[in-house]
């Protein structure tokens, strides 16, 4: 056990935003939930609040969008996303910290080099060769831990049928043209019932620990593939971008490894062929068994415990450290100036773009207006002549001609 189970934290967590149920959202909204119940005082803070941070406010978790609002500083920074890491880092200067890396592509997910972040922890391997890549980091400083399930709320389902004959898209990407490579592979295979569930779509889930275990098979990646296997269904890890394959025991570590995320999905392309045959190495009893793999690897409890080992070990350097609280305040002030030399040319860089696109926009609007103009000056000159060739002679003579045909014809 931690040192820190016989004294009640104040952990700041950071992220990018709580408004969506997006991967890191939730995780913020798990691990302060489970710090609570273990009788410390986590606070979540983002600059940009929403669905999540309400979850988290019923559950009695305080939620902050301005670091103003704690009166004292807490005992541990868990920084998750730069821009608002950095902020409460600068905040709080002298709270030791801690920076985790949940992506490889998104920019917001860029590890800051800030003199307070003691380590810096990855979600996987892949999020661990970022930090590996970044200059300024220790590698000596790097960690990984793996994300985690709540097994107190994903249960183990009914055991699997010997064939899958219902599946679940759960995405919030997938868009037409994936979803219905998805839906043409099941009906090949026989599976008789397919649901779609992502924000893409407008079906965002909220409760996914009750609908995973509706389900034989789940069409999945990261978060959402671990917790499905977590319920014991069979899961082939794909997404738009790409397909893993079915997870079975002989490929689950390696995939675990990568948190079956988007460096595994580039072994093959989403297409229905390659979708049908990943359905067809549907093995029930090989499923369980990853099942069974995942409920011991990653369970939270596990995962929480070693949070507050490293809360406790960041703690415990920061004591230790010689140097004196102006010189380490000196030090963040300055890379907190580098940061912000780095982040310039970006923000810089994006005016530059919006102000192109609203000079592009303004064109477009020009042009159209032209458009317009011109088409109401050929309906005008077009009823001109409509109006001429009515009032002719010729006109008139054929009108007087049609009456005496439809007269005719009576006759």
């Not at 912000?340 to 923000?347: A, F, M, S, V």
């Not at 109006?387 to 007087?400: C, D, E, N, Y």
Request: hydrophobic share 40%.
């Amino acid at each position: 056990m931690s040192d820190s189970g016989n004294r009640a934290l104040r952990i700041l967590i950071t992220n990018n935003s709580l408004a969506g149920r997006a991967g890191s959202e939730l995780y913020v909204r798990d691990l302060a939930i489970a710090l609570m119940k273990r009788g410390h005082h986590p606070i979540a803070y983002s600059s940009q609040l929403g669905e999540v941070a309400e979850e988290l406010r019923r559950a009695t978790v305080p939620v902050i969008d301005d670091l103003r609002a704690l009166n004292s500083p807490p005992d541990i920074i868990h920084g998750q996303h730069h821009l608002d890491a950095v902020t409460a880092m600068l905040h709080f200067p002298l709270v030791p910290a801690l920076y985790i890396c949940h992506g490889w592509l998104p920019w917001q997910e860029l590890p800051p080099v800030m003199p307070g972040i003691g380590r810096y922890v990855a979600v996987d391997d892949l999020c661990r060769e970022r930090l590996l890549i970044t200059p300024g980091i220790d590698p000596q400083r790097i960690e990984v831990l793996y994300n985690f399930v709540d097994l107190e709320r994903f249960k183990p389902r009914a055991a699997l049928p010997k064939r899958p004959k219902s599946a679940l898209i759960f995405s919030n990407y997938a868009d037409d043209q994936a979803i219905t490579a998805f839906r043409n592979a099941c009906q090949q295979a026989g599976i008789e019932k397919l649901d779609v569930v992502g924000s893409q779509i407008g079906n965002a889930a909220t409760e996914p620990a009750k609908l995973l275990g509706q389900y034989d098979l789940v069409f999945a990646k990261a978060r959402a593939a671990l917790e499905a296997m977590a319920c014991g269904c069979a899961v082939v890890v794909a997404d738009q971008v790409g397909l893993a394959g079915m997870v079975d025991t002989r490929n689950l570590a390696e995939l675990r490894r990568l948190n079956f995320g988007v460096r595994s999905m580039q072994r093959h392309t989403l297409s229905e062929e390659n979708i049908l045959r990943e359905i067809q190495r549907y093995d029930s009893a090989d499923a369980q068994q990853v099942s069974h793999w995942i409920r011991e690897d990653a369970d939270m409890e596990k995962v929480v415990e070693r949070w507050l080992q490293i809360y406790d070990d960041l703690r415990a350097e920061a004591a230790a450290t010689a140097r004196q609280p102006a010189d380490r305040l000196h030090d963040q002030l300055r890379a907190g100036s580098a940061y912000l030399r780095w982040l310039t040319p970006t923000i810089k860089g994006r005016d530059q773009q919006v102000e192109a696109r609203i000079q592009e926009l303004e064109r477009l609007v020009d042009h159209s207006q032209q458009q317009q103009a011109i088409l109401a000056l050929q309906a005008e000159a077009t009823a001109r002549d409509l109006m001429a060739i009515t009032g002719s002679r010729t006109w008139r003579a054929l009108g007087h001609y049609r009456k005496l045909r439809k007269w005719l014809r009576k006759g």
